[in-house]
């Protein structure tokens, strides 16, 4: 029983409050001038009060509840959840269901409503889901609730259908002047071989399930001809993230901000066809490509956290290690929440390096350059 009334609430309407209120009035008048039909009036109203309980309490019996959600979210970005909820009763209906979220002991209201939920049928629902800060969401549970039948009561049951999903950093546009050149780079890279690039490497009839984008119109409408056109393949360039985690507590919006620019940068060169290293903290990511590639670093982004400086050593060390037996044809970008020395020392073999202590905002200039 304890149980049991752990997971119940019930707390009154507003139409609820009046009536109870409205019930004890009858109550006085019934004591007080002993009439039948006062007593009568307020057996009924008390009879309504009783059913209402009891029949709200038949809703929220034998329901089970399933949710799925993304395996991974971005932060500010709407995701979409899917709930499916089967009613388990063999007689019995359930209805006007209302379905919250449980976050940190808060009710978080998805806009997710059942009308009528018929015995031994199942509803699936999908609703909006959108988390603003990175790292790990804990789903505690399900809030199912229901006025059901008068309205004067809200009857809830807490449902522990606890879901953890990891959030990645929020994505956003990255700086013209961080990018410029290193997008510009490894287009002269071409190999004489057929592949993706930009270079012309040969001229041929059409096949079937060629790309209707390679089609070479001039030479098409010269000689009556689809003709299509293959490009020289470009050697894969490859981009180096190296992202410190060395900042004081104060700094604690700088490292965010860094930590957005960095997920952002990883999208960018993903999206431009780089391969990824990325070195965040003292964790150090090998290169490679491909969606699993970009996951993995904003899978770390997402649960990193700041390194006091005076017990960074171990983050110094390695940012020493990675960073001085780079390749000298790779491009590397380093981000300082914090202008420690030692990393700062460390990156005096990157391309480019960025001072997020200059600026709190990814729409401003950073301090950047190349280290001497």
Known sequence: MRQFFSHRSVRLTGEGTRFVLFTLAVGVAAINTGNNLFYLLLAMMLSLIVISGILSEQC?????????????LIAKQPATAELSVVNRKPWLPSFSLRIADVVDGAVIER?????HLGPRSSVHLSYPLVVTRRGLHRVEGLK????????LFLKSAFVPLETTVIVCPE??????????????EGHELAIPRRGQGVDLYNLRLYQPGDDSRAI??????????LIVRETEAEDQRRIT???????????HESFEQAVILAASLAVFFHDRGFALQALIGDREIPPASGEHQLYSILHALALCGMVEPAVAEPVRDTFNQVLAISELTDCSIAILPWPDQGIIHACRHVTRWVDMTEYQDMGHEARSGIPA
């Open 216 to 225: 070479h119109w001039m030479t098409t409408a010269r000689t009556s001809k």
């Open 60 to 72: 929220l019996r034998r329901l089970e509840f399933r949710r799925r959600v993304p395996d991974y």
């Open 171 to 184: 994505i956003k546009p990255v700086p013209e002047h961080l990018v410029r050149e290193l997008v510009a």
């Open 144 to 151: 199912v609730m229901t006025p059901f039948p008068f309205g």
């Open 241 to 251: 993230l190296a992202l410190s985690t060395v900042a004081p507590q104060r700094q």
């Open 111 to 115: 806009g997710v409503h059942i009308p």
